[in-house]
């Protein structure tokens, strides 16, 4: 096999990690057709979900994911982006990784750790 098995499952989980600093920024999907944009294109593109249309990430905000290398797992079924984060924030909240809340497990209470980079009323016209 050469690349990830998208005739097991149409979208495939897609964890974004910044290549200089190791965070992982987000998780996401790509369909087959983000995938060949995003190795043509060198320019991360995945599948949104819920608009159920490719996503170029950063169309809206500027915060532009740039391919540094791709991984793939043993079973072919998820991606591991290493990525040069344009822009400082990956998250549409505004922070640099959509993993900002931490949970304590002894409490269950959860902690936002980290700042907004960015007023997400101010680039998408919404809160969150």
Same mark, same amino acid.
Request: aromatic share 8%.
């Given at each position: 096999?050469?690349g990830p098995?998208? &005739?097991k ?13 190791g965070?992982?920024l ?5 369909? !087959?057709e983000a995938y060949?944009?995003?190795?043509? &294109?060198?320019r991360?593109v995945y599948y &949104?979900?819920?608009?159920?249309k490719l996503?170029r990430?950063?169309?809206?905000? /500027?915060?532009v994911?740039?391919l540094?290398s791709?991984w793939?797992?043993c079973?072919?079924d =998820? ?7 344009i ?10 990784s959509?993993f900002f809340? !931490?949970?304590?497990?002894? =409490?269950r209470t959860? =902690?936002?750790v980290g700042?907004?980079v ?6 998408? /016209?919404?809160?969150?």
């Open positions: 096999m050469d098995d998208f &005739s499952h149409e979208l495939i989980p897609v964890i974004a990690q910044d290549d200089a600093t965070d992982v987000m998780l996401a999907y790509m369909n !087959r060949e944009e995003t190795l043509t &294109s060198g991360v &949104s979900r819920s608009r159920r996503w990430k950063g169309e809206e905000s /500027g915060n994911q740039r540094r791709l793939y797992d079973d072919a =998820t991606l591991l982006a290493r990525v040069e984060q822009g400082g924030a990956a998250c549409h909240e505004g922070y640099r959509c809340r !931490r949970i304590d497990p002894a =409490t959860t =902690t936002v700042e907004r960015f007023d997400p009323q101010s680039v998408y /016209g919404k809160q969150g």
